[in-house]
C-alpha cells in the first residue's frame, strides 16, 4: 500500500481557513506537497483532515494499542490523546512504556499522557504508585505530551503537596494538563482550574467530566475547554452538544471509555454526524473533531495544508460521515471497512496474584453490612453515567445474611483484590437487573480488582474463578452457561485481532442481557466504574463501601 508520490481529486474540506471547493491533494514521500484548486472535479467525495479523540484510555477497548488502532482507522480516526492510568495502576511506569513501544509499532498517531493518579485514591489497592518524581520523568519524554487527568481535586482544592509537585512538573515541562472534575461548580471551579491560585491563569485547562450544560458553561466562563463525552457507558453528548454553536474554539470530542463491539462500528465520525444532524455548522463540528485537539496539545498530526503530514479521510459525504479512505503519513491505512494496518506480536504484562475464592468468603452476616434504621446502603447505577446514587433500601435476610433479593433487583456487588489474598470487600447494588448468573471483570476503574455482581455466591464465585483462572478478563455464568473473555494483558486487555476481541464481547454481553437478564445497555461497561471511588456518590473499592461525597469509608 505504500505510495511515494500520489494524488487525489476531490472536495477539499479545509477546516482551517472554513472553505469547501473543488480541489486536488498531491502528497510526496507522506507530507501534503500542495492543495490545488479546481474548476470542478468529477466526483461527490470529499478530503478533510482525519479525526482525533481527544481523550481516550485504550486499555478500555480491552485492545493493545496496535490492535486499536487497526479498529480506529476504518471509521477515520487518526490519532488519540491517549491517558495510560488504567495499565499504571496495575504495572507502574513499566506498563506505561509497555503503550508507548506497542502503539509505535504501527501507523496510528498516538498521543500518550504522564498519568497523574496513581493510585486515584488511597482508600484501595493498586498494583502500582506514580509518584511526583516519577511523573517528572514520563513527563521528559518526548512521546509524553501532556499530564493527563487530575482527578484528585481534593488534592488541587487543599494544594496537597504532591499533587502541586505533579502540577508544577507539566508547566516546567511545557505541557498542557487535563482536568477530571464531576460536578465541581462556582469558586470551586474556578480555584481548580487555577490550581496555584494565580488570579486567571489557567492550569488545568480541559474537563471530559462535565454532567449538565449549566456545570460546563461555568468551568467555560473560568477558561477550561470542555471535551464532549461520548463513550460505552458514559454518555454526554446529548447535554453537551449544544455548546458547540457559541464555543467552537472550546469545544472537542472523545470518547474516553469505548468497549470492542462499539469501536468496531464507530468512533469520532459517528459524533460528527449527530452533531450535523442538529443543524450544528460543519466547520464547527470539524474544528472539535479535527483542528482543536491540534491546536490545544500541539500534536504532529496533519490539517491537509501544504507541508503538514499526509493524515487525511475521504469521505462519502459530510452527513454520514462514511469513511471511503484513511491516510496516515501518506499512507492508505484503511479502505471501504477494511483495515490495512497488520496485527503485531505482543509480549504480555501484568499482575496477578491472588488465588481463587470459595462462596463462603462472599457471606455478609447481618451485623457486618452499615444499616441505618435496619435498611442497608445500595448503590444505585445509572444508565449512561458513572456516577451513581446512593440509597437506604430493605434488605433481604436468609440464614442471619444479607443476600441479593432478585425480586426488587438488590443483587451482591463484590470487589477481590487481585494484588495480593486479602479479605473480600461486599456490599449491594441496583438497576442491574439480573434474575440469574453472575458477571465479573478485572477491568474495574481505577485499581482494576475484580469486580463482580450477581444473584447468587455460588454464581458469583464461579464467575470470580474464571476471571483469576484467566489472570483477568470478562465473565458471565448462568444457570446452565459460562463465557469468559481472557484479558491476560495487565488483566485489561488481549494482543487477539481485535475484531475476534469484539466478536467475543458481542457474545458475552448479550448473555449477560438474554440469559442473565440486564437491563443495561452496557453491562460490563456499567460494572466496570462500580469501584470508581473519584465519581461520586457510592462506590466500592476492595477496602470497603465508600461514599464519594464525604470522602470516605460508610461505617
Not at 487518526?78 to 508507548?100: L, R
Request: proline share 3%; glycine share 8%; aromatic share 8%.
Amino acid at each position: 500500500m505504500e505510495q511515494k508520490s500520489f494524488s487525489i481529486k476531490g472536495n477539499i474540506v479545509d477546516v482551517v481557513h472554513k472553505q469547501i471547493y473543488a480541489g486536488e491533494v498531491k502528497v510526496v514521500n507522506g507530507k501534503i506537497a500542495s492543495v490545488t484548486p479546481l474548476p470542478k472535479v468529477e466526483t461527490d467525495q470529499f478530503i478533510l483532515p482525519g479525526f482525533i479523540d481527544s481523550h481516550v484510555h485504550v486499555e478500555s477497548s480491552m485492545l493493545v494499542p496496535s490492535e486499536f488502532a487497526r479498529l480506529a482507522v476504518v471509521h477515520g480516526t487518526v490519532a488519540t490523546i491517549s491517558d495510560p492510568h488504567e495499565i499504571a495502576n496495575v504495572c507502574g511506569i513499566q506498563g506505561v512504556e509497555f503503550m508507548i513501544e506497542n502503539g509505535k509499532k504501527v501507523n496510528f498517531k498516538f498521543n500518550f499522557g504522564a498519568p497523574s493518579c496513581v493510585p486515584a485514591t488511597s482508600f484501595e489497592t493498586a498494583g502500582a504508585v506514580l509518584n511526583s518524581n516519577d511523573v517528572k520523568t514520563l513527563l521528559a519524554k518526548e512521546e509524553i505530551i501532556y499530564l493527563s487527568e487530575m482527578m484528585n481535586f481534593p488534592g488541587v482544592l487543599f494544594k496537597d503537596e504532591e499533587v502541586m509537585k505533579k502540577l508544577q512538573a507539566a508547566i516546567d515541562a511545557g505541557k498542557p494538563i487535563d482536568g477530571h472534575a464531576p460536578g465541581l461548580r462556582g469558586e470551586k471551579a474556578k480555584q481548580y482550574i487555577e490550581a496555584f491560585g494565580k488570579n486567571g491563569e489557567i492550569i488545568i485547562s480541559t474537563d471530559h467530566e462535565c454532567f449538565t450544560k449549566e456545570e460546563a458553561l461555568d468551568k467555560l466562563k473560568y477558561g477550561m475547554k470542555i471535551i464532549i463525552r461520548e463513550g460505552s457507558a458514559a454518555k454526554n453528548f446529548e447535554a453537551l452538544i449544544d455548546l458547540l454553536h457559541d464555543y467552537e474554539d472550546k469545544i472537542m470530542f472523545c470518547s474516553d471509555d469505548k468497549h470492542p463491539d462499539s469501536l468496531a462500528i464507530g468512533h469520532i465520525n459517528q459524533l460528527c454526524a449527530r452533531a450535523v444532524a442538529k443543524g450544528i455548522d460543519i466547520f464547527k463540528v470539524l474544528k472539535a473533531a479535527c483542528l482543536n485537539p491540534i491546536i490545544h496539545y500541539k500534536m504532529n498530526v496533519g490539517l491537509l495544508q501544504a507541508g503538514n503530514d499526509a493524515d487525511f479521510i475521504i469521505a462519502e459525504d459530510l452527513k454520514s460521515f462514511k469513511i471511503i479512505q484513511t491516510y496516515i503519513k501518506g499512507k492508505l491505512v484503511a479502505e471501504n471497512g477494511k483495515t490495512f494496518i497488520p496485527s503485531v506480536p505482543v509480549t504480555a504484562i501484568n499482575q496477578f496474584n491472588c488465588n481463587e475464592i470459595t462462596k463462603t468468603q462472599l457471606q455478609i452476616k447481618l451485623g457486618d453490612y452499615p444499616t441505618v434504621d435496619n435498611k442497608i446502603y445500595v448503590i444505585e447505577a445509572l444508565e449512561g453515567q458513572l456516577i451513581t446514587n446512593k440509597l437506604l433500601l430493605q434488605g433481604k435476610q436468609e440464614n442471619k445474611e444479607w443476600v441479593s433479593n432478585i425480586e426488587n433487583d438488590i443483587l451482591k456487588m463484590v470487589v477481590v483484590n487481585r494484588y495480593t489474598n486479602a479479605p473480600i470487600a461486599k456490599c449491594f447494588i441496583k438497576n442491574f437487573g439480573l434474575k440469574q448468573g453472575a458477571m465479573a471483570s478485572s477491568v474495574a476503574h481505577d485499581s482494576h480488582n475484580i469486580v463482580a455482581v450477581g444473584c447468587n455466591d455460588e454464581s458469583l464465585a464461579k464467575a470470580i474463578n474464571l476471571v483469576i483462572k484467566e489472570q483477568g478478563g470478562i465473565s458471565a455464568v448462568s444457570n446452565n452457561n459460562e463465557k469468559v473473555v481472557g484479558l491476560p494483558i495487565a488483566g485489561l486487555m488481549s494482543a487477539e485481532d481485535g475484531y475476534k476481541v469484539a466478536n467475543a464481547y458481542t457474545d458475552i454481553d448479550l448473555m449477560t442481557k438474554k440469559e442473565l437478564g440486564s437491563t443495561l445497555a452496557a453491562p460490563f461497561m456499567t460494572l466496570s466504574f462500580m469501584a470508581l471511588l473519584v465519581i461520586p456518590y457510592l462506590k466500592l473499592s476492595d477496602k470497603g463501601l465508600f461514599d464519594g461525597e464525604k470522602f470516605e469509608f460508610v461505617n
